[in-house]
């Protein structure tokens, strides 16, 4: 049937398997509020809400950059510059996704379901940023890092303060790997006119933020360490994201781009699973 290969198609563009890189800070937060593991019912929802949050997010991202995506040699082969998508499906894929997105938040609680439309708001508009700001990178950032907070509303029906550590260390993980990602685009960017921090300071210099930016993580991870009194085990995640995030940056050079894949796909969804798995077995160990 065309609407399953058009669907297919879809899943394919907006390779929704990288849900991996946040959910698993998502079930952090999760785990942190219930001080373990939270139901099986809240375990299900925010799964679906975050796969559908991102599903809608990254098809209105395509559609939304379609026009630029066809100017760009290296993203033109993609579904809808190429063709293999109508915009008008794609449209409704976002939709229908939003609407999964709302209706696992009325499944979680009240509060879950009245912030449905912001958290929709900041994941859809983050694409027209690059517009207008170099710093579109800290608001996919952002983007991502309320995942964590999210995750915690679901759990608890409140947000704590503490939370937001874990949301502040995710938006400056995914600024700084999105900085990197962005160099391979820095002549583009400069000839379309499109803002980006490697079209301002150049790969050396956008290297170097994306460098700030990660120390600035780990740093909100020994203050999320510190402030929920967690131990050794997930201390020893925090050591493995540090020497996860200096072999990736190891990976890429100004002068060579070359590994720039591995270094994006391969090292941070390795990041988002050890953390989870290391602060869950913290979390766990200490029931």
């Known amino acids: 049937m065309a609407v399953l290969h058009d669907l297919r198609v879809t899943l394919e563009m907006i390779k929704w398997e990288h849900s991996i890189f946040a959910l698993p800070f998502a079930l952090c937060g999760a785990m942190l509020a219930a001080g373990g593991f939270p139901s099986i019912h809240q375990l299900l929802w925010i799964a679906v809400a975050m796969v559908a949050a991102r599903s809608a997010a990254m098809a209105f991202n395509r559609w939304a950059d379609a026009a630029i995506d066809a100017a760009n040699p290296r993203t033109s082969t993609r579904a809808l510059p190429a063709g293999h998508l109508s915009p008008g499906f794609v449209v409704t894929f976002v939709v229908v996704?939003?609407?999964?997105?709302?209706?696992?938040?009325?499944?979680?609680?009240?509060?879950?379901?009245?912030?449905?439309?912001?958290?929709?708001?900041?994941?859809?508009?983050?694409?027209?940023?690059?517009?207008?700001?170099?710093?579109s990178h800290v608001v996919l950032g952002f983007a991502l890092g309320i995942a964590p907070s999210a995750a915690w509303i679901a759990v608890r029906g409140s947000l704590d303060p503490r939370i937001l550590l874990l949301t502040a260390a995710v938006t400056f993980w995914v600024a700084g790997f999105d900085v990197l990602y962005a160099c391979q685009d820095y002549e583009f960017d400069r000839q379309a006119g499109l803002q980006s921090i490697p079209r301002y300071l150049g790969?050396?210099?956008?290297?170097?933020?994306?460098?700030?930016?990660?120390?600035?993580?780990?740093?909100?991870?020994?203050?999320?360490?510190?402030?929920?009194?967690?131990?050794?085990?997930?201390?020893?995640?925090?050591?493995?994201?540090?020497?996860?995030?200096?072999?990736?940056?190891?990976?890429?050079?100004?002068?060579?781009?070359?590994?720039?894949?591995?270094?994006?796909?391969?090292?941070?969804?390795?990041?988002?699973?050890?953390?989870?798995?290391?602060?869950?077995?913290?979390?766990?160990?200490?029931?």
């Open 97 to 135: 996704s939003s609407l999964f997105f709302v209706l696992a938040a009325s499944q979680l609680n009240r509060l879950a379901l009245l912030l449905s439309p912001v958290a929709l708001a900041v994941l859809l508009l983050y694409s027209y940023t690059k517009r207008v700001t170099r710093w």
């Open 203 to 287: 790969i050396r210099g956008a290297l170097w933020v994306a460098r700030g930016f990660h120390v600035v993580m780990v740093g909100f991870l020994v203050a999320l360490l510190i402030v929920f009194g967690m131990g050794k085990l997930a201390a020893i995640g925090v050591g493995v994201v540090i020497l996860l995030l200096l072999y990736e940056h190891s990976l890429v050079r100004a002068n060579d781009l070359s590994r720039l894949n591995a270094a994006f796909f391969t090292m941070n969804g390795g990041i988002s699973v050890l953390f989870f798995v290391f602060v869950a077995a913290d979390l766990l160990w200490r029931k």
